[in-house]
């Protein structure tokens, strides 16, 4: 058993969480002040969305040095501190790492753009134009619906960028590309970084010569890209992270909403050791849909004997409070689900606050994607600023006080001490961690499935619905969402775990 198959990784979007020197954004150090209070939460593992040099015209996913810390997080001296710090506590560090694109500030794309004869052209992706001057093939970038190529007259060719203009893809199909990003993870691996989030990882093989589905150009090509040539590429990456004693974690972002294309990803035990099931963030909130999803996953993953991963909310994506609404009842279930399915699981920070999203006035926008709204600053006390030192860079939620970490710690019926208690139930408990899945059902809006391990079952309930369900079961309540459960009743929008005698 790998140490990320029982682990609780838990993200942190560094901006956002919390601000050591007072200019606004989040740093590292704000990040090693609160260590504590993540082993206080009971997580496992921190991933760092990025925190490299950057324009940051992409927040990050901009790369112009894979080598270094951006000034505005801090230096190299104190991610090692954090680290350090990290590892003293019993925590763990993952990095995300960009591997198909730069900025077009990097010193390779600088090179790359100069002329058509420099050594590092062929770093990119660069086609000349069709006979009608138009683009090398119909490709939607994942911003605007706009063309995934652009002109670049000096040198009379189109280079290719699946995101923001700013960031032209990385040709893969070039060896010295391979080699110069493998030598960047080496780069972190050697500070003691314990593995990586890899963004867009299916992206990194293309077929240039394939134009997308009209029926489908509205999805952008990110979600149609996938070519065999990327298995590759990837177990290319596994090799490296082997060189360090197989205890090195790769997370590949594999946009692909079909579990059993996600679970291709996997290899053959040789390429990503977990991949991202991001069919959990589209899902209705609805029994039969999540029992689908459920039994769809399972299938997809025991076919070829890999660990599922479960996520609810992202820096990408509108957080589960908001997305699923209500008073609250339904993010204590949707936390109870996501820490008692097979897999590991992914907090996105603030989620154990159960913050929603922000409103974020027009002029206070400025992702270009307009995911702003579940990037707010992570409120850690009461008061006007919320325990930062100066007004951050986006603004809270509203009620921030009560969302607060402090508010919460000193209510024992608070969503943030509920997590906690989930998180301890979880580490503790075999069958939550590692058990088998068996006896999924979902009927009259309540879905239940039973953990089994080494002959315990722990069975999970949760009523999607708004009435009462009765349920003909005995056994000893570990657990509910709310105040009152009891075995054999799951009260509207609760969430139980009980022990089967």
């Known amino acids: 058993m790998t140490w990320w198959r029982d682990a609780v990784v838990y993200q942190i979007y560094p901006r956002s969480f919390r601000d050591s020197d007072g200019d606004g954004v ?30 940051m015209r992409d927040f990050g996913y901009d790369v112009a040095d894979y080598t270094d810390v951006d000034q505005l997080f801090g230096s190299l001296e104190q991610f090692d501190q954090l680290v350090y710090d990290a590892h003293a506590k019993g925590l ?13 500030e990097h010193p390779w794309f600088s090179q790359s753009r100069a002329s058509r ?15 009608d001057g138009s683009p090398p093939n119909n490709w939607v970038s994942a911003w605007k619906g706009e063309s995934a ?49 890899m963004d867009v990882v299916h992206l990194l093989g293309k077929d240039l010569d394939v134009d997308d589905p009209d029926d489908l150009r509205a999805l952008s090509h990110v979600p149609l890209n996938d070519v065999p040539v990327t298995h590759q590429y ?53 029994s039969l849909a999540w029992r689908q999803l459920i039994a769809t996953t399972e299938a997809a993953m025991n076919g070829v004997g890999a660990w599922p991963t479960w996520v609810m909310s ?25 820490l008692t399915l097979r897999g590991t699981p992914f907090i996105y920070a603030g989620e154990e606050l159960g913050l929603p999203d922000a409103y974020i006035p027009p002029d206070r926008a400025v992702d270009p ?16 600023l ?58 009259e809006g309540l879905l239940r499935f039973i953990r089994r391990f080494d002959g315990r079952r722990v069975m999970v309930l949760v009523n999607f619905s708004m009435a009462p369900r009765e349920v003909d079961i005995v056994g000893r309540l570990l657990l509910s969402s709310e105040a009152g459960g009891r075995v054999g009743r799951v009260a509207p929008g609760e969430a139980q775990i009980v022990e089967l005698s």
């Open 26 to 55: 989040g740093d590292l150090e704000g990040v090693r002040s609160q260590l504590d209070y993540l082993v206080w939460l009971g997580v496992d593992t921190l991933w760092l969305s990025p925190i490299y040099p950057s324009p």
């Open 92 to 104: 763990r560090i993952l990095l995300d790492w960009v591997p198909n694109h730069t900025s077009d």
């Open 117 to 131: 004869d420099n050594q590092r052209r062929s770093w990119y992706v660069w086609r000349d134009a069709r006979e």
């Open 149 to 197: 190529w652009t002109w670049e007259g000096d040198t009379e060719q189109y280079y290719l960028h699946c995101f923001l203009e700013s960031q032209p893809d990385l040709n893969w199909a070039n060896v010295d590309v391979r080699e110069a990003m493998h030598d960047t993870l080496r780069f972190w691996l050697d500070r003691g970084v314990d593995g990586f989030r």
């Open 234 to 286: 990837l177990r290319g990456i596994r090799s490296v992270l082997d060189e360090y004693g197989g205890e090195r974690l790769s997370v590949g972002e594999v946009y692909l909403l079909d579990p059993h294309r996600v679970a291709a990803y996997y290899g053959d035990g040789d390429e990503l050791h977990l991949s991202f099931n991001f069919a959990s963030l589209y899902t209705p909130w609805d």
């Open 314 to 338: 992202n820096h990408d994506n509108v957080r589960v409070a908001t997305r699923l609404g209500g008073d609250g009842r339904r993010v204590r279930a949707a936390m109870t689900l996501l």
């Open 369 to 384: 994607g307009g995911r702003d709204g579940c990037r707010s600053p992570i409120p850690w006390s009461p008061g006007e």
């Open 386 to 443: 919320h325990g930062w030192p100066a007004t951050p860079w986006l603004p809270f939620v509203e009620g921030a006080s009560r969302f607060s970490v402090e508010t919460q710690r000193g209510d024992p019926t608070s969503i943030l001490n509920f997590t906690r208690t989930l998180l301890d139930l979880r580490r503790g408990d075999d069958a939550l961690r590692r058990g088998d899945v068996d006896d999924l059902e979902a009927s």
